[in-house]
């Protein structure tokens, strides 16, 4: 399993104050690995309740910042050198017995795939950003796709997103 205990609070502390940027620099983190998907190279970050996926062209952050408008995407494509870059974000509000159905549900996940990394924070076992990254096939050839979570126990809300990156 790739879930470590983080000694920091959120950073964010509910859903709406994420926003989505694939071009900003790295940001502080609280944890980093690196994995090799499908002959890709790929980094994955946790940055307080946000994260960071690195791979090619890509600088995939979901994050609070301030020099960024809030509010995710429920979509988002793009053409990047070499690539067909494909995102789409959720959020749910869930009562707390579905909750901790769904928290449990992603380490689940996270403790069964190899290319995973998942923060959980101090304060309560349901606070979590997880990331899952996985070889993909496409016309072109070989991708990518990742998937994320975000968890706010505090308010009952889950941010998943699903990331799908095409080589062309």
Do not use: K
């Not at 890509?58 to 070499?82: F, I, K, N, Q, Y």
């Not at 959720?90 to 996270?110: H, I, K, N, Q, Y």
Request: with cysteine; glycine share 10%; aromatic share 8%.
């Amino acid at each position: 399993m790739h879930a470590i205990s983080l000694g920091a609070p959120y950073l964010d502390t509910d859903a709406d104050q994420l926003c989505f940027s694939l071009d900003l620099p790295e940001r502080p983190a609280l944890a980093e690995r690196e994995v090799v998907v499908g002959g890709i190279d790929v980094r994955l970050r946790l940055l307080g309740a946000s994260h960071q996926v690195f791979v090619g062209p890509v600088r995939e952050t979901v994050a609070c910042l301030r020099e960024t408008d809030r509010g995710l995407p429920a979509t988002h494509s793009e053409e990047l050198p070499g690539w067909t870059y494909d995102f789409g974000a959720e959020t749910r509000r869930l009562d707390p017995e579905a909750f901790s159905a769904e928290v449990a549900w992603v380490l689940g996940l996270v403790a069964d795939n190899e290319n995973s990394l998942c923060g959980i924070f101090p304060g309560s076992p349901e606070a979590v950003t997880a990331v899952v990254v996985e070889a993909a096939d496409g016309p072109a050839g070989g991708g990518l796709v990742w998937r994320t979570w975000h968890t706010y126990p505090q308010h009952g809300q889950i941010v998943s997103t699903q990331t799908r990156l095409e080589a062309r």
